[in-house]
C-alpha cells in the first residue's frame, strides 16, 4: 500500500487571516538638506557680415569662456558643450533676399561643488561681452547620503505605526509581509521640462564697460527637499478582542 502524496501548500492569500491578521502602513519621510552641487547654462553669441567672421568670433569668445570656467580648477566639476548653431539673417533685396548678418550660439552647461566661488564666477561670465547665463539650479547627487537617509526613516516610520496599530490591539508584530516604494508597479512619472525650472541668474555683458570687475554677485544655496515613501505589510499575533 503506497503512503498518500504530501499536501502541496496552497497559494499565499493577499490578505490577513484570523490566525495571521495583516497590518498594511505607510511609511514617509521628508527631509531639507543644504545642495550638493549648483549648475548654471551658459549661451555664448556671436555675429558677423560674413560666416567666417561669425564663426571665428564665436571660437574666441567660447574659448574665453572655458578658459575662465577651467581657471577654477576642482571647484567646476563637469563642463559640457551642448548645442551649437551659426544661422544666416536673410532680407529681401529686390526680388530676392540676400544675407543681411551670421548669428552664432553655442550653449555650455558648468556644474560647481564649490558654491564660494560661484558667486564670482557667475559674475565674471555674465560681464563677458555677449555671453548669458542661466541659473543656478541646486541639486544634490543621484548617490547623496539623503536620499538613503530618507528611504531609511521612511522603514522606521512604517515600523513604528504597525506597531502602534498592533499595540492599540493589545497585540504585537510577527513578521513583514511586504514594503515597495509607492508607484513602484506603475509607470514612472516624467521629468519636467528643462525650461520650466530655468530662472534668470545673470544678462548680457555690456560690451566696452569698465575694465575692472564687477563685484561678486551674492548667491544663497537653496534648501533641498527630500521625500520618501513606501507601502510596508505585516502580520501580528491575533489579538483577544
Not at 505605526?161 to 510577527?174: D, M, S
Request: proline share 10%; charged share 25%.
Amino acid at each position: 500500500m503506497t503512503a498518500p502524496a504530501p499536501e502541496e501548500p496552497g497559494p499565499a492569500v493577499p490578505y490577513g487571516t484570523p490566525d495571521a491578521p495583516r497590518i498594511a502602513v505607510r511609511g514617509e519621510a521628508h527631509l531639507e538638506v543644504d545642495p550638493e552641487i549648483a549648475r548654471i547654462g551658459i549661451t555664448v553669441t556671436a555675429r558677423g557680415r560674413d560666416r567666417r567672421s561669425a564663426l571665428d568670433d564665436l571660437n574666441r569668445r567660447n574659448a574665453t569662456v572655458i578658459d575662465l570656467l577651467t581657471s577654477y580648477g576642482p571647484a567646476v566639476e563637469h563642463l559640457e558643450t551642448g548645442a551649437l548653431s551659426l544661422t544666416p539673417e536673410l532680407i529681401r533685396h529686390g526680388r530676392g533676399e540676400r544675407v543681411r548678418t551670421y548669428h552664432g550660439t553655442v550653449h555650455l552647461t558648468a556644474e560647481l561643488c564649490d558654491f564660494t566661488a560661484l558667486g564670482e564666477l557667475t559674475t565674471r561670465l555674465a560681464d563677458l561681452d555677449l555671453t548669458r547665463v542661466d541659473g543656478p539650479w541646486w541639486a544634490l547627487r543621484t548617490d547623496s547620503p539623503a536620499h538613503r537617509q530618507a528611504r531609511r526613516q521612511a522603514v522606521h516610520e512604517a515600523v513604528q505605526r504597525a506597531r502602534e496599530y498592533a499595540e492599540a490591539l493589545g497585540t504585537t508584530l510577527a513578521a513583514l509581509v511586504e514594503i515597495a516604494d509607492i508607484g513602484a508597479e506603475s509607470a514612472p512619472s516624467l521629468p519636467p521640462a528643462p525650461g520650466a525650472m530655468r530662472s534668470r541668474a545673470a544678462g548680457y555683458g555690456a560690451p566696452g564697460g569698465p575694465p575692472d570687475e564687477p563685484a561678486p554677485l551674492d548667491l544663497r544655496p537653496q534648501r533641498q527637499h527630500v521625500s520618501a515613501q513606501l507601502n510596508a505589510r505585516f502580520t501580528m499575533k491575533p489579538p483577544k478582542l
